[in-house]
């Protein structure tokens, strides 16, 4: 058997190289974490690598702010880039706990799907789904990317945005037609502004056919967008445009933002 050439498994290398890399990052990190600092020869026999090794993995995690040097020097410490990274676990998981309740009811109510959404760029991403009586199969929106453009809390999210930041983001979005009802991007500026104005967002077969939504936001304590409620169900028995439905999801919103700390009538 010919001798195996580094060229012939590449792929294998690298990844086993680059697991062991993040283990070494990991581990550094937990070292960190339980110490409270360290000098890098510490660390080196610790993780059990070379000084210089050690060296290069808390230089990179000190460009991202994950650790800095403390006062005394040559001595390493967490630091508040982890905080940046962090922040936002709680603050998910507290909308996600803080809103269950009444996606739940919302459910119960109206007998259909029910989903809790946040903005992750150019996509909705529901976090969160109760499902109503009237559901003859589940389907799991929970971690579905869905594009802004043809869903109910995706309208919100652009509804809300800055006129600028709106702008950039759709220049980066192909607004391709999922269904004969999705609107172009002419149809959906001129819709927006109504969103904010009546506080709440719908779609009618635009992301599949058949499926119609209506979402209202969510804000957080310091008045700004966080999230959207949603209801959907098939357009032979779920119509957004019903005056209480309408106003079911614009009091969900609402309640969800109260209770997040949010204005009681945010604008």
């Not at 603050?91 to 109206?110: F, G, I």
């Not at 719908?202 to 058949?210: F, K, M, N, P, Y």
């Not at 949010?262 to 604008?267: I, V």
């Amino acid at each position: 058997m010919g001798k195996t050439t580094e060229s012939e498994e590449p792929d294998e290398g690298r990844s086993a190289n680059g697991v062991q890399a993040v283990d070494r990052v990991v581990r550094a990190l937990e070292i960190l974490a339980k110490e409270g600092s360290a000098a890098v020869g510490d660390m080196a026999d610790r993780m059990g690598v070379h000084k210089s090794t050690a060296s290069r993995i808390l230089g990179a995690l000190e460009t991202h702010g994950f650790v800095q040097q403390s006062t005394r020097r040559g001595k390493y410490q967490l630091g508040v880039g982890l905080l940046r990274v962090a922040s936002s676990i709680p603050r998910r998981l507290s909308l996600v706990h803080t809103a269950r309740p009444v996606l739940e009811d919302l459910a119960q109510r109206y007998g259909e799907t029910v989903n809790l959404a946040v903005r992750r760029d150019v996509y909705a991403v529901n976090v969160d789904q109760a499902l109503g009586a009237a559901n003859l199969a589940s389907y799991d929106w929970i971690g579905n990317l869905t594009p802004l453009y043809a869903t109910s809390s995706g309208k919100v999210f652009l509804a809300y945005l800055h006129s600028s930041e709106r702008d950039q983001l759709l220049e980066r979005v192909e607004l391709k037609a999922l269904t004969p009802h999705t609107l172009d991007r002419e149809q959906l500026e001129r819709e927006l502004p109504s969103i904010v104005e009546r506080g709440y967002a719908s779609t009618h077969g635009e992301l599949e056919d058949g499926l119609n939504a209506i979402a209202a936001p969510i804000f957080g304590h310091t008045g700004d967008l966080i999230g959207a409620v949603s209801v959907s169900g098939p357009a032979f028995r779920f119509d957004p445009s019903d005056p209480g439905v309408i106003n079911a999801v614009v009091a969900a919103g609402e309640e969800i933002t109260e209770l997040m700390g949010g204005p009681a009538h945010a604008e």
